[in-house]
């Protein structure tokens, strides 16, 4: 699975967008970025995930760039619950598979 | 969504003790599940994938005769850690796949928190 990069911490104020950039320069070509969150002393939580095109759920938004090098996830109002670990994780589409974590961003929404 | 259980969520026990934790698929089967634990501010580290109907999968640096771990039915996997000691204290978490669901999203249970005194 390609390497990603992301910010060890980022902060929001309540209300407005948050966006948590991704780097995954090394990503292959049958390889989606995905993002799960975790909050504090609970399980990781399936956000979103794409291959090449922008996606957007009731959760989030994923943002892809044209050379899939790099991806942003967009909360569009944070809220306090929304404070979390944010993990983008890039892997071949299996269900199957394991998924292997990396350090996150720790992202504090702010009143 | 598909949900994934643990029991017991927390558990203090005294070291050299054994101790199982469960992980339930509740609406779903899952032939696969996997096991991770995670110290305190660290990310999740897996340590085995367990196959139902067959032997577990280990990581490397995780001692298989040291967790146990038995994938008994489509709905069901446990992890046992034997003789316990303060070290093994972690937040151990399962995950299971749904195949062929929206995303291919793995679910994750809530964790288990191990304290060995």
Known sequence: DAKTTQPTSMDCAEGRAANLPCNHSTISGNEYVYWYRQIHSQGPQYIIHGLKNNETNEMASLIITEDRKSSTLILPHATLRDTAVYYCIVRVGNAGNMLTFGGGTRLMVKP | ?117
């Open chain 2, 1 to 117: 969504g598909a949900v994934v259980s643990q029991h017991p969520s927390w558990v203090i026990c005294k070291s050299g003790t054994s101790v199982k934790i469960e992980c339930r698929s509740l609406d779903f089967q899952a032939t696969t599940m996997f096991w991770y634990r995670q110290f305190p501010k660290q990310s999740l580290m897996l340590m085995a994938t367990s196959n139902e109907g067959s032997k577990a999968t280990y990581e490397q640096g995780v001692e298989k005769d040291k967790f146990l771990i038995n994938h008994a039915s489509l709905t069901l996997s446990t992890l046992t850690v034997t003789s316990a000691h303060p070290e093994d204290s972690s937040f151990y978490i399962c995950s299971a796949p749904l195949r062929g669901g929206l995303g291919n999203e793995q679910f994750f249970g809530p964790g288990t928190r191990l304290t060995v005194l």
